[in-house]
């Protein structure tokens, strides 16, 4: 088993940067590549980006170019960031990981970090 631990989302002012992290432990060797989900009130689940751990990356096409993913691939730690926050970036954010070349589907799954865009 793998889990995974999420931190640093919260209350964040319009305009403003997001930086979450996401640590792996456990089983880790069943681990070829970690991502972020999102998921908005009274939305499904959303694809963000996903990282291998040779640093190959995938992202949403819907958005690309808004969010970085990085990977620390020897601590199993991955990082998701962005800047110029709006109000429709509330949601829970998920790490996400998994096995194999389906990188938008994931076999272990965080708890999940509430991010809040608001003044």
């Known amino acids: 088993q793998v889990q995974l631990v999420e931190s640093g989302g919260g209350l964040v002012l319009p305009g403003g940067s997001l930086r979450l992290s996401c640590a792996a432990s456990?089983?880790?060797?069943?681990?070829?590549?970690m991502a972020w989900h999102r998921q908005a009130p009274g939305q499904e689940r959303e694809f963000i980006a996903a990282?291998?751990?040779?640093?190959?990356?995938f992202y949403a096409d819907s958005l690309k170019g808004q969010f970085t993913i990085s990977i620390d691939s020897r601590k199993y730690v991955v990082d998701l960031q962005k800047d110029s926050l709006r109000p429709e970036d509330t949601a829970a954010y998920f790490c996400?990981?998994?096995?194999?070349?389906?990188?938008?589907?994931?076999?272990?799954w965080g708890q999940g970090t509430q991010v809040t865009v608001s003044s």
């Open positions: 990282i291998y751990r040779n640093n190959q990356t």
């Open positions: 456990g089983s880790v060797f069943n681990i070829d590549f």
């Open positions: 996400g990981a998994g096995s194999g070349a389906v990188y938008w589907r994931t076999d272990y």
